[in-house]
Each structure stands twice: as structure tokens, then as C-alpha cells.
């Protein structure tokens, strides 16, 4: 069993920022991949952020240059800084890790971000 535990989102006017937490816990102390996800309502789940232990990082175009991804790989934690947040912003974030021998992925519950305009 593996726990992800999400914090840090809520709601926040356009051009401010949030910083999201995601902690692993359980059976599974090591993981390959940490990241975010988000879906914003009536639309699919879409790849926000991703950084892995050998280093390579993803971001998604929408958000580079004002989100930035980061981990403490002995604390299984990562965390996504959102500066200069956006109406279009607004979804409900996922965080999402993936096991390192068994490549086996696990989700969070989710932490909704509002952005109003």
C-alpha cells in the first residue's frame, strides 16, 4: 500500500502564487518519477510537471517559466511552486509517483487550486 498525501492547494487571485506538497508513505519507500497532474473540469487530465532521480525533468509549456517542480528524494516529497498563477490554472491537481522496480504508478486523492480573476 502506498499513500500519496497532497497539500497546499485552495484559492487564490490571478498573478499570486501557491506552493503544492506531495508526500509518499507505505510499503514502497523508492520511487523512479514524482509529479503533478491536473484536470480542470470538462477537460481530460493533462501532464503539469515531472522530475525523476536521475534528473530529467518535464514541464508542461502552458506553465514553464512560472511553475517549477522539485523533490527530497530520501523524503519520497515533491513539491510544485506556481507563481504568477492564472484564471486557466484553476483544476484539480494530482500528484502521481511512480515505483522504482516495479514501475508500478500511484495517485493522489487530489488538492483543488482556484485561480480567480
Known amino acids: 500500500q502506498v499513500q500519496l498525501v497532497e497539500s497546499g492547494g485552495g484559492l487564490v487571485q490571478a498573478g499570486g502564487s501557491l506552493r503544492l506538497s506531495c508526500a509518499a508513505s507505505?510499503?514502497?519507500?523508492?520511487?523512479?518519477?514524482m509529479g503533478w497532474y491536473r484536470q480542470a473540469p470538462g477537460k481530460q487530465r493533462e501532464l503539469v510537471a515531472y522530475s525523476t532521480t536521475d534528473g530529467a525533468t518535464t514541464i508542461a509549456d502552458s506553465v514553464k517559466g512560472r511553475f517549477t517542480i522539485s523533490r527530497d528524494v530520501p523524503q519520497n516529497t515533491v513539491y510544485l511552486q506556481m507563481n504568477s498563477l492564472k484564471p486557466e490554472d484553476t483544476a484539480v491537481y494530482y500528484c502521481?509517483?511512480?515505483?522504482?522496480?516495479?514501475?508500478?504508478?500511484?495517485w493522489g486523492q487530489g488538492t483543488q487550486v482556484t485561480v480567480s480573476s
Open positions: 507505505g510499503t514502497i519507500n523508492s520511487f523512479y518519477a
Open positions: 502521481r509517483a511512480v515505483a522504482r522496480f516495479t514501475n508500478e504508478p500511484y
